[in-house]
């Protein structure tokens, strides 16, 4: 996002397409990666902690939006949608994984270092 932080000043259609791109890259690759643990911990929580019966149906709600959103975006490209049956166990798997890489990126980019 950084190397590309001048695309949100350009005018014309480049400079549209950088505006629209730098907001899905901090939505999409900084927020919701930095808000997953949030979730997860809540999630705990509320099932182990607060006896709340309405975390797990949350947390179901959440990964079938996703799979929803996987499968519309699967659609559009002519995939098949059978494909999407192990999503939900693969975004569990892989979310606990990307953890320690967004947490690291963002350590490293508010101590000012450059990765090589």
């Known amino acids: 996002m950084w190397k590309h932080r001048s695309s949100w000043r350009d005018r014309g259609p480049a400079g549209r397409i950088g505006r629209y791109g730098l907001i899905y890259l901090f939505a999409f690759q900084l927020v919701l990666p930095l808000l997953g643990p949030a979730m997860d911990v809540f999630l705990l929580y509320g099932m182990f902690v607060a006896d709340a019966p309405h ?5 179901l709600l959440f990964l079938a939006i996703q799979t929803a959103g996987a499968g519309y975006a699967l659609h559009l490209d002519g995939g098949v949608l059978a494909s999407t049956v192990g999503l939900p166990l693969q975004q569990v798997v892989h979310r606990q994984l990307t953890y320690p890489v967004v ?3 963002v350590v490293t980019a508010i101590h000012g270092a450059q990765l090589k």
Do not use: L, N, V
């Not at 975390?55 to 947390?59: E, N, V």
């Open 103 to 105: 947490i690291q990126s």
């Open 55 to 59: 975390a797990i149906t949350i947390w």
